[in-house]
């Protein structure tokens, strides 16, 4: 399947080359989206109408880069990082834009976002969510740059900058955060903290050619010691009466549905990327990413689902928290494409809760950065999934 790779299991995961572009998007995605969009099939039409008529979309887009990025209010300074999510979002739309009808002008302009940034950030500081704007905008900046990778028109000393920008700024703390987690103990931040920044990693080892990046963090996926590994991930499996299928309660379920549905929007990001360079993370532990995108999905469009006390950072989570619950979280269309249309397996209620966001969204499909309001939320998927990964 993959020719250019070879994986070996044993010591760890070994890639020995790199496919391109190859993080969230392959050439053979882009060939099924380009014809969908040519012959006007629904629904990937009205998806592309949606990225076509996004602000965040057009040539004439022009970038906020800054020095210095804040997010979260430490008091001596105000936040600005959403200049920063816009133009991630923008970069990738263009991006994606350029892939699928080759006019240049989109091209162009992402590159100036991208170039742009890389001329100017030197840091992104805040408070603790200094490392969510890390893990977040890190891993949407190198996929806008992954797809831009071959685009003659972006010179290499620039493309050199934007990738040592992603080296400097983002994986570092990237790095940081996975191995300090800003002082605290293993369990103190929940899941999507590890996975936004394990999802960076990957997408800046893939986009820099580096497999030490990009191995650690599938490393870390695999057997990693907090919230954003797998193992640590998964806080209890039921068996769903009558279906046989296993429902895997993950580790925010008691938190709030907004954080727990968040979780899959970013294990389809981690698990997406790692399977475009041969390394099946989505079959890992039994389709444990299935299992708790069953789980989590289930319970949002409204049927009660089993659940296990969860000692928290915060305490003893006893029930399952309905807050937030039936939220509207774009990501999930990549969930059911693999799972359910790729490899045909059950995911009937991943495919229900992908419905029920795309019934409440703009135009009954799922849109991106823009389609969701104005803040941060409505960022953190890259999104028009259903342009980007439906199969069928
Ligand atoms: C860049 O990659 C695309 C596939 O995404 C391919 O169609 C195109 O020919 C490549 N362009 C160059 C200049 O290599
Ligand atoms: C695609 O959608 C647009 C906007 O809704 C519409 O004008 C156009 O006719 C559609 N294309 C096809 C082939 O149906
Ligand atoms: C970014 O944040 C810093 C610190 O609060 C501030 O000095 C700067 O003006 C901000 N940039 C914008 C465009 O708001
Ligand atoms: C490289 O990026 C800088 C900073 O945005 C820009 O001023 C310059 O024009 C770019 N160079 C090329 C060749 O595109
Ligand atoms: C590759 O990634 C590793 C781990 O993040 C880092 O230590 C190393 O400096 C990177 N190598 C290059 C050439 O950037
Ligand atoms: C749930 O099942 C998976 C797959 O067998 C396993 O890896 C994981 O440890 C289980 N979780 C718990 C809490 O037992
Ligand atoms: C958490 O609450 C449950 C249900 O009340 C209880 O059974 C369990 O012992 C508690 N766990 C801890 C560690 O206090
Ligand atoms: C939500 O959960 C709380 C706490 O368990 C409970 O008191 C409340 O009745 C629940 N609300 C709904 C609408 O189920
Ligand atoms: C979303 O759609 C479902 C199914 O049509 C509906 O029941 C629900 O109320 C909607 N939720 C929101 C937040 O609009």
Excluded at 282 to 294: D, P
Aim: net charge negative; with cysteine; aromatic share 14%.
């Amino acid at each position: 399947m993959h020719s250019f790779i070879s994986v070996l299991l044993l010591a760890g995961t070994v890639v020995t080359a790199f496919v391109h572009p190859g993080a969230l998007h392959t050439i053979k995605d882009f060939q099924r989206i380009t014809k969908h969009v040519a012959d006007g099939n629904e629904p990937w039409n009205t998806t592309w109408t949606l990225l076509t008529s996004s602000s965040y979309a057009q040539s004439s887009y022009k970038p906020n880069p800054q020095t210095i990025v804040y997010r979260g209010n430490n008091g001596a300074n105000s936040e600005n990082y959403s200049y920063l999510y816009r133009d991630a979002a923008a970069a990738y739309q263009l991006a994606i834009r350029w892939k699928i009808t080759n006019d240049k002008s989109y091209a162009d302009a992402s590159v100036n976002i991208l170039d742009s940034w890389a001329a100017t950030i030197t840091g992104i500081d805040g408070t603790s969510d200094k490392f969510l704007a890390s893990g977040l905008y890190g891993y949407q900046l190198a996929n806008a740059a992954e797809l831009l990778r071959n685009y003659s028109g972006w010179s290499e000393t620039n493309k050199t900058a934007t990738a040592n920008m992603l080296k400097n700024v983002f994986a570092t703390m990237n790095n940081l955060f996975l191995e300090d987690h800003n002082g605290q103990d293993y369990y103190h931040y929940y899941a999507n903290w590890d996975l936004c920044n394990l999802a960076s990693l990957i997408a800046i080892g893939i986009f820099t050619d580096n497999k030490t990046m990009f191995e650690n963090a599938v490393n870390y996926v695999k057997t990693g010691p907090s919230n954003g590994a797998l193992p640590v991930f998964s806080i209890a499996n039921f068996t769903e009466p009558g279906s046989g299928k296993v429902l895997m309660q993950g580790q925010e379920a008691g938190r709030d549905q907004g954080h727990a549905t968040l979780d899959f929007a970013l294990w389809g990001v981690v698990a997406q990327q790692a399977y475009n360079q041969g390394v099946d993370l989505f079959a890992t532990y039994k389709n444990e990413i299935l299992n708790g995108a069953e789980y989590v999905s289930k319970y949002n469009v409204g049927y009660d689902v089993p659940y296990t006390p969860y000692l928290s950072y915060q305490g003893n989570q006893t029930v399952i928290s309905n807050s937030s619950r039936g939220t509207i979280r774009p990501g999930f269309e990549l969930l059911s494409a693999h799972y359910g249309q790729l490899k045909g397996l059950h995911s009937s209620w991943t495919d229900a809760y992908r419905n029920w966001v795309n019934i409440n969204s703009t135009s009954g499909v799922e849109g991106g950065g823009g389609n969701y309001g104005p803040n941060s939320g409505g960022f953190d998927a890259l999104g028009f999934g259903t342009l980007l990964y439906r199969l069928s």
